[in-house]
Structure formats: C-alpha cells, structure tokens
C-alpha cells in the first residue's frame, strides 16, 4: 500500500549481530521514504482561525478538529498556539467545519465552508462559552464525561477526582479496576500491566506501587483501561493495560507541584514529592523527585497436609510466620526535550531508583504424624536486607512530516535493574518438650540483575475519510544474571562450614514487526491489527538442570469495533490473541527462603501461555455498559507445592493444559445530582481449569464468583465533600486455588483552597478490619492452607499544592515495555 516490501522472515531483520545496524538502517529507510508515501495533493488550501473565550480572550492550547460537513468524520486534530491561533492544511476539495473544544467550555463549532482551488481561508473568531448550571450557592462547570467507551479501551477522565491523594488510592474509584489492601491489582478480575503516558513502568513489583503512591492524582489527566490490547501493543501479558496520562504543560517558565502524605497503622508511613517543569523556546526541562518510607507487618499462617496416591493424609506441618518489614523508595527522574525544529523533537531521559527493603520474621514449625502424633519442631530466625536499584535512560526522536498527521517515532531505551539480597539465618531443631536439638546458622547472599537493551520504531498514515494506518517494528535484548551463595555453619560456629554457591544466566531477544488499519466512521468504526514476534533464549544453570533453549515465532492478530445504533446507544466487539511469557524470575530456579520448610523457586521449562481473548459490550450514553468476556489460555500458568521431603515443600510455577476464564459485568457510572457521582461495577466471573500437577490429574469447571465495586462521592458544599468506597470479592476458584470470600469498607473527606490548587484528604481504610486473604492451593499429593494478614486498617492524610501549571511529561515511549515487567520481583 506504501510500498512497503517486509522480507517475511522479519525474524532474520532483528537478530542478534544485527540489532543496531538494522534499526539504523530501518530508520534511514522510513526517512526517506517520505516522498514514496505521499499521495497526490492537487490542492493546499490554507485554513486558520483564532479560538476565544465569551470575554473575546484568546484560548491557548484548544482542541481542534477538522471535520467533513456532510458526516461529520474527523479529517484532522491540531491544538490552537499560545495565543490560541491554529492552521490547517487541505488536501482534498469538499465542505467542512471546524470544531472546538476546551475542558469547562461548550462545544463549539465554526461555519461550513467549501474547498473548492488552492487558496487561504480565514474562518475568523471561533468562540467558546462555559457550560454553567447553578444549585443555589454551588455552581458546576461541566467537564469531560467522566467515562468514555471507545472501540479499543475505556477513557477515565478524572476531572479533578482524587484532589492530590496519591493515584494508586484512586485506581479503586475507576470502573472495573480493583486494589486490594495488600496492593494488588486487577482490571476486570485479571491481572494488569502498568503504564505512564504510553510507556510500561520500569520498577520492580514493590518499587512500583511506591512510584504509584508518589504520583498525585492532580497531576493525571486522564487514565486508559485497555481490556483488549491492540497488535500495536507488546503481545505480552494475558490480561489488560492501564495506562496513566499524565497532565500536559504548555506553559512557559517554571511550574510544578508539591504533594505529602502521612499514614498510621500499626506502624508509621510517609511519601512525599517534587515535581519542577521549566519551558523554554527551545527546550523543556523536567525534574522530579519522588520518596515513600514504610513499615508494616505481614503474617501468614501455612497448614501443608501431604497425601499418598490413595488421598490419605501421611503427616501434616504447621508453619507460623510473622514478619516486620520496611521499604523506602526514592525514585528522581530528570527529562530534557529539545525542539530541533517546529515538527521534531528530541527526548532524552534518566531514571534512576533505590530501594531499601528490611525484613525482620520468625517462623514456627511444627509437624506431626498422621495420628496426630508430634514428629518435629523447629524455629526459624529471618534477617533480610535488600538493596535495590534502578536505572533506566531512553531517547526519543519524533517526526511530524505534516499537518495531516503523518508521524514517525524512533526510541531507544536502556534499563538495569540489580537486587542485592543478604539474609542471615538461624533453624533451631526442638524436641517434643521445646528443648534445643541443634541450632544451625547460616548466611545466604541472593544477587539478581538484569540489563534490558530495546529498540522501537513506529510510522503513523492518516488517509481520506477517517482511515488510518500505523506499522512499527522492535528489538530488545535481555541479560538476566542470578547467584545463590549460601553458608551453613557446622557445629554452631559461623568461623567454618559449607559453602553452596549456584549460578542461573538467562539472555534473550524478542523481535517484532505490526501494521494497523483503523476507519473512524459515523456509524461504524473498526482497526484491524496484525503482530508477528519471534523470541530466542538460552539459560544455564551452574549446579542443576545444565543448558536450556527456546525457539519460536507466532502471530497476534486483533480486531476492535464499535457500532452506534444510534446517539445513545452503541455495541462493541474485541478479539486478539496474547502471549504471556514467564517473569525471568519465574524461569529461575535458584531457590528462596520462605522459612525453613517452606521454598520458592521458578522453573526453567515453563512454556509460554498462548490466549484467545473476547469481550462483547452494549453501552448506554456512556453512563451504563453490559458486557461479556471469555478468555482461553493454552498451557496456563500456575502454582505448584512439590514435596522435598521431612515436611518441606517448594512453591514453583507449572504449566496446565489450559484454563478458561468468562465474565458477565455491569457498571453504572454517573453524576447522578450536581453533589453526587456514583460509579458501581458488578461482576460474575468463572474460571475452568485442567492440569496436571506433580502427576495428578486435576480438573474443575470452577466457582460462580460475585465481585461487586460501589464509589460514591458527596459535594456537601463548593470545597468540600465526601466519599465511600464498597468492595466485595466472593469465593471464588482460579486454577487449582480456591480463594475464600472477603469485604471492606473505605471513607474519606475532601477540602480543596487557594483557588483550588491546594488539596487536603483524609482516608479511613478498612475501616472494619474485614480484609482477609485466605486460599487453599491444591497440588495433588500437598494440600496447603494459607491464611495471610496484611496491615490494611490504617489512616492516611495527603496534601498537594500545584503553582504555574501542571508537569509535563518528558520522554513518552519506550521500547522495553514487555521486558521491564518481567523483571519485576516479588517479596517472600
């Protein structure tokens, strides 16, 4: 169509001796393909304007959208200047009108025109007015809807929701999107993946739920719920993206904002941050600085009963364990953009990120026979202290080669993670009575980096009548380095002893290549996308399993649609095929400490999951949506106990021979009085499951489970309101897991001052202490039982102050999206 010729073996394009060489090269191509791609222009009609405000003053930074008059399809989008002038160019003869748009103003449309030859059109003042309805005393501006359905994703647009409380307490106020008070998040029951302006987070699992509380929620315009991921996308991660906007500084000179919270459970926590934007003529500035402190327990409760082939119970062990741990993250960023032109830019970033973690836990352990009869007893004595650092650097070149739209984007990224785990600890063996057998100490150093090198390319072609077409291609490459060096004394002296030291390397290159094609329509708008990635790896493991390898190419296709029966109505329709690849964690083997029965492990010969995804949604004014979802996943991941031996048990991932998960939700999301917005989701989900686990067959067809999500914000007058949050998650079965039921209750208030650039929120979480984290996990011959507490009933007060504007974010791609993820890290 562009002629564009792609080698089909785009595999050999991006390996490994010719990473930099082929994308330079691919870059030099698309650059010089501008005059191949440019279709006749028998015309170039000049059209411009001046957006103004009901007092006649310009409006800087409006949206502008130039629209065919006889069906009202978007030809082109642009935003006014500073002075809010704007300019179009015309290509094609027809009548049109422009259209404008402001938050807190009116739309407002121009007068039809006719592009007949070449010539200059001056459409004069087009004039916004604000939209005002008065209660009283209180007057409400109108807004952005706050919920609005698109073919591919779902736009939050928070309108001020959150007044400066830290974004991941407000992920629990969106529409399907759930946060347990462990902080764990979900998007319509399934995992997610995180990403800021465009891009995966760069940080580690816990890292990143600091970055999330540090982030204030005056800063986020808006926040993308994409169920259904798109060819353009990473086919990585079988579950949704939520995508965090940041707001977007237009201004000159210096802005930014200030925010601050502190929280009380049974321990203290503090976060604070610092973001400063200054803009240039020719550049733009950003630096931030972003710091979370706290400290909290987590105890768990572990029953693991063992059977034989014939389901009778051969021994049963208890483990008790508490734990006191602290995390303190501090996370800077500095962002430089240098305008090379009117229609390129230049973006650089650095990143960089340390973590602090301290663990300070005990466990108890008992085990007795199957009658009951007491058959050993130990105490095992935790000291863990992790260093933790992040650093990531990317470049970003962006092309726009004119006003229709047309764009190309280059990004290189680098990212390394290292983690550096010390552990020292003491098991000591108990007679029946508590008197001391033994008592062994030993000091286990645990080292994981990883270094992750992308490269991404993408080229965007807006056609006639509301067509699109996008393609894009990617490389990375991924270092993952782990060592285990343990030391166990003998005969209680720490002077001599065994040393056990193991090595797991792991490298790999993915590439890719996808091409979209999008129509916007009146009635009927679609995209159609088509993604090939070919992934290449090799791990060995010094003490084990030797070498392994992996090979293979697959195709992602996508398709994503929207039919408006008519103004208030409308059907959507999502299809696409995923792959989840496992975390490197999960593909080490090297064992780590839970306590001195129980071990976490990964596992070198996990397959990747291959999932066929659906979802069917009719929706209604954007204030209400019905939608089915249905999900297969071949060779699922799941969690499996496999004995060792005198009572102690390895938790590792496992393949299944697949699961199904389908869904039936229905969500309400509306201001239903000027002082009152509700947004309610309720879900029944089911998962089928069918592996087998250390030789036995498992097989269920699941639990009908009922989630329900209820947010309901008060405006009791101009500066002030309320709110409370309703959660409940019924038992319900995932996998060879069956999870127990649990509910909690969240409230807080609002005061906002100084022209509303000054917030202050107080949170009252779980306020009943009812959260409760209990599940069985079925692994044919171990049954184990774990009952989990976390510090979830705690008060949190936030502050924010914004001056000169909001902060502009500074690099928004990046090419290590998918690999980032996967080194995320998960706390014992």
Same mark, same amino acid.
């Given at each position: 169509?562009?002629?564009?010729?792609?080698?089909?073996?785009?595999?050999?394009?991006?390996?490994?001796? #010719?990473?930099?060489?082929?994308?330079?090269?691919?870059?030099?191509?698309?650059?010089?393909?501008?005059? /191949? /791609?440019?279709?006749?222009?028998?015309?170039? /009609?000049?059209?411009?304007?001046?957006?103004?405000?009901?007092?006649?003053?310009?409006?800087?930074?409006?949206?502008?959208?130039?629209?065919?008059?006889?069906?009202?399809?978007?030809?082109?989008?642009?935003?006014?200047?500073?002075?809010?002038?704007?300019?179009?160019?015309?290509?094609?003869?027809?009548?049109?009108?422009?259209?404008?748009?402001?938050?807190?103003?009116?739309?407002?449309?121009?007068?039809?025109?006719?592009?007949?030859?070449?010539?200059?059109?001056?459409? %004069?003042?087009?004039?916004?007015?604000?939209?005002?309805?008065?209660?009283?005393?209180?007057?409400?501006?109108?807004?952005?809807?706050?919920?609005?359905?698109?073919?591919?994703? !779902?736009?939050?647009?928070?309108?001020?929701?959150?007044?400066?409380?830290?974004?991941?307490?407000?992920? #629990?106020?969106?529409?399907?999107?759930?946060?347990?008070?462990?902080?764990?998040?979900?998007?319509?029951?399934?995992?997610?993946?995180?990403?800021?302006?465009?891009?995966?987070?760069?940080?580690?699992?816990?890292?990143?739920?600091?970055?999330?509380?540090?982030?204030?929620?005056?800063?986020?315009?808006?926040?993308?719920?994409?169920?259904?991921?798109?060819?353009?996308?990473?086919?990585?991660?079988?579950?949704?993206?939520?995508?965090?906007?940041?707001?977007?500084?237009?201004?000159?000179?210096?802005?930014?904002?200030?925010?601050?919270?502190?929280?009380?459970?049974?321990?203290?926590?503090?976060?604070?941050?610092?973001?400063?934007?200054?803009?240039?003529?020719?550049?733009?500035?950003?630096?931030?600085?972003?710091? #979370?402190?706290?400290?909290?327990?987590?105890?768990?409760? !572990?029953?693991?009963?063992?059977?034989?082939?014939?389901?009778?119970?051969?021994?049963?062990?208890?483990?008790?364990?508490?734990?006191?741990?602290?995390?303190?993250?501090?996370?800077?960023?500095?962002?430089?953009?240098?305008?090379?032109?009117?229609? +390129?830019?230049?973006?650089?970033?650095?990143?960089?990120?340390?973590?602090?973690?301290?663990?300070?836990?005990?466990?108890?352990?008992?085990?007795?026979?199957?009658?009951?009869?007491?058959?050993? %007893?130990?105490?095992?004595?935790?000291?863990?202290?992790?260093?933790?650092?992040?650093?990531?650097?990317?470049?970003?070149?962006?092309?726009?080669?004119?006003?229709?739209? $047309?764009?190309?984007?280059?990004?290189?990224?680098?990212?390394?993670?290292?983690?550096?785990?010390?552990?020292?600890?003491?098991?000591?063996?108990?007679?029946?009575?508590?008197?001391?057998?033994?008592?062994?100490?030993?000091?286990?150093?645990?080292?994981?980096?990883?270094?992750?090198?992308?490269?991404?390319?993408?080229?965007?072609?807006?056609?006639?009548?509301?067509?699109?077409?996008?393609?894009?291609?990617?490389?990375?490459?991924?270092?993952?380095?782990?060592?285990?060096?343990?030391?166990?004394?003998?005969?209680?002296?720490?002077?001599?002893?065994?040393?056990?030291?193991?090595?797991?390397?792991?490298?790999?290159?993915?590439?890719?290549?996808?091409? +979209?094609?999008?129509?916007?329509?009146?009635?009927?708008?679609?995209?159609?996308?088509?993604? %090939?990635?070919?992934?290449?790896?090799?791990?060995?493991?010094?003490?084990?399993?030797?070498?392994?390898?992996?090979?293979?190419?697959?195709?992602?296709?996508?398709?994503?649609?929207?039919?408006? !029966?008519?103004?208030?109505?409308?059907?959507?329709?999502?299809?696409?095929?995923?792959?989840?690849?496992?975390?490197?964690?999960?593909?080490?083997?090297?064992?780590?400490?839970?306590?001195?029965?129980?071990?976490?492990?990964?596992?070198?010969?996990?397959?990747?999951?291959?999932?066929?995804?659906?979802?069917?949604?009719?929706?209604?004014?954007?204030?209400?949506?019905?939608?089915?979802?249905?999900?297969?996943?071949?060779?699922?991941?799941?969690?499996?106990?496999?004995?060792?031996?005198?009572?102690?048990?390895?938790?590792?991932?496992?393949?299944?021979?697949?699961? %199904?998960?389908?869904?039936?939700?229905?969500?309400?999301?509306?201001?239903?009085?000027?002082?009152?917005?509700?947004?309610?989701?309720?879900?029944?989900?089911?998962?089928?499951?069918?592996?087998?686990?250390?030789?036995?067959?498992?097989?269920?067809?699941?639990?009908?489970?009922?989630?329900?999500?209820?947010?309901?914000?008060?405006?009791? +007058?101009?500066?002030?309101?309320?709110?409370?949050?309703?959660?409940?998650?019924?038992?319900?079965?995932?996998?060879?897991?069956?999870?127990?039921?649990?509910?909690?209750?969240?409230?807080?208030?609002?005061?906002?001052?100084?022209?509303?650039?000054?917030?202050?929120?107080?949170?009252?979480?779980?306020?009943?202490?009812?959260?409760?984290?209990?599940?069985?996990?079925?692994?044919?011959?171990?049954?184990?039982?774990?009952?989990?507490?976390?510090?979830? $009933?705690? /008060?949190?007060?936030?502050?924010?102050?914004?001056?000169?504007?909001?902060?502009?974010?500074?690099?928004?791609?990046?090419?290590?999206?998918?690999?980032?993820?996967?080194?995320?890290?998960?706390?014992?």
């Amino acid at each position: 169509m562009f002629g564009l010729n792609f080698n089909p073996d785009i595999t050999m394009l991006f390996s490994k001796s #010719n990473f930099l060489r082929n994308g330079l090269s691919f870059l030099v191509f698309l650059l010089l393909l501008n005059p /191949v /791609v440019t279709f006749g222009q028998p015309l170039h /009609v000049q059209l411009k304007g001046t957006v103004i405000d009901e007092s006649r003053l310009p409006l800087p930074f409006s949206q502008l959208s130039l629209k065919r008059s006889t069906d009202s399809v978007t030809v082109q989008h642009l935003l006014s200047d500073e002075k809010g002038n704007f300019l179009f160019t015309i290509h094609s003869t027809g009548k049109y009108f422009v259209e404008a748009k402001m938050m807190g103003y009116s739309i407002g449309n121009s007068k039809v025109f006719e592009v007949l030859n070449n010539e200059t059109i001056d459409l %004069g003042l087009v004039q916004l007015k604000p939209e005002a309805k008065q209660l009283g005393t209180l007057n409400v501006i109108s807004a952005l809807p706050f919920v609005e359905r698109k073919a591919d994703k !779902i736009v939050i647009n928070l309108n001020g929701l959150g007044a400066g409380a830290p974004i991941m307490d407000v992920m #629990n106020q969106l529409p399907g999107v759930t946060v347990t008070p462990d902080d764990r998040l979900s998007l319509n029951g399934r995992n997610v993946q995180i990403y800021i302006d465009g891009k995966a987070t760069t940080l580690s699992a816990d890292a990143l739920v600091g970055m999330l509380r540090g982030i204030s929620s005056s800063s986020v315009q808006k926040v993308e719920l994409i169920a259904q991921p798109s060819a353009k996308y990473d086919a990585a991660g079988n579950g949704g993206i939520i995508n965090i906007i940041r707001k977007k500084n237009y201004k000159a000179g210096l802005n930014g904002n200030v925010y601050s919270g502190v929280g009380k459970g049974q321990y203290g926590k503090v976060n604070g941050g610092l973001n400063l934007n200054y803009k240039g003529k020719a550049y733009n500035v950003l630096l931030t600085m972003d710091y #979370n402190d706290n400290r909290y327990f987590n105890n768990s409760d !572990i029953t693991s009963t063992f059977l034989d082939p014939a389901a009778s119970v051969t021994g049963i062990s208890v483990s008790k364990l508490t734990s006191v741990r602290k995390s303190t993250n501090y996370t800077p960023n500095l962002g430089l953009d240098l305008y090379l032109s009117e229609k +390129t830019t230049l973006s650089a970033s650095i990143k960089p990120g340390y973590q602090l973690f301290e663990k300070d836990a005990k466990a108890d352990i008992r085990s007795v026979g199957p009658s009951g009869n007491f058959t050993a %007893g130990s105490n095992f004595l935790n000291l863990a202290d992790t260093r933790s650092t992040n650093f990531s650097s990317g470049v970003r070149l962006q092309r726009q080669i004119d006003t229709a739209g $047309r764009q190309f984007s280059t990004d290189f990224d680098y990212y390394r993670y290292s983690n550096i785990n010390a552990q020292d600890n003491r098991t000591i063996d108990l007679y029946e009575n508590g008197n001391i057998i033994s008592e062994i100490p030993s000091i286990l150093k645990q080292d994981r980096v990883f270094d992750v090198y992308a490269l991404k390319m993408d080229y965007t072609h807006p056609m006639a009548k509301g067509k699109e077409v996008t393609m894009g291609v990617k490389t990375s490459y991924v270092v993952s380095d782990n060592s285990n060096k343990s030391l166990i004394a003998l005969s209680g002296s720490n002077s001599s002893g065994i040393d056990q030291s193991d090595t797991f390397l792991y490298r790999e290159n993915i590439s890719a290549a996808y091409i +979209t094609y999008a129509r916007n329509a009146k009635k009927f708008s679609y995209q159609l996308g088509l993604r %090939g990635e070919h992934t290449w790896g090799k791990g060995n493991q010094q003490n084990g399993m030797g070498a392994i390898g992996r090979n293979y190419f697959n195709i992602f296709p996508s398709f994503h649609g929207d039919y408006k !029966i008519s103004k208030n109505h409308s059907l959507s329709l999502g299809l696409n095929k995923r792959i989840e690849r496992p975390g490197y964690e999960n593909l080490n083997p090297l064992e780590r400490i839970v306590s001195s029965s129980n071990l976490q492990q990964g596992n070198p010969n996990l397959l990747p999951v291959q999932a066929y995804n659906a979802e069917f949604y009719y929706s209604y004014k954007n204030d209400f949506w019905f939608g089915l979802t249905y999900s297969l996943s071949l060779d699922d991941f799941t969690s499996i106990s496999v004995p060792l031996g005198n009572g102690v048990v390895s938790v590792k991932p496992g393949n299944a021979d697949y699961s %199904g998960y389908k869904s039936a939700q229905m969500a309400y999301n509306k201001q239903v009085l000027p002082y009152l917005f509700t947004s309610t989701v309720l879900t029944l989900s089911r998962r089928s499951f069918k592996g087998e686990l250390n030789g036995a067959l498992l097989q269920n067809y699941g639990i009908t489970a009922l989630s329900a999500t209820s947010y309901n914000s008060f405006s009791l +007058t101009k500066n002030f309101s309320i709110s409370v949050l309703f959660n409940y998650r019924g038992k319900s079965m995932e996998r060879n897991i069956v999870n127990n039921p649990y509910t909690y209750l969240t409230a807080g208030t609002r005061y906002s001052f100084l022209s509303k650039k000054a917030y202050v929120q107080l949170n009252f979480v779980d306020i009943f202490k009812s959260y409760k984290n209990i599940y069985q996990q079925n692994s044919g011959p171990v049954m184990q039982l774990w009952q989990n507490q976390f510090e979830t $009933r705690m /008060v949190k007060l936030n502050m924010s102050y914004s001056f000169g504007g909001t902060v502009k974010n500074i690099k928004k791609g990046n090419a290590a999206e998918e690999e980032r993820k996967r080194t995320n890290l998960n706390e014992n």
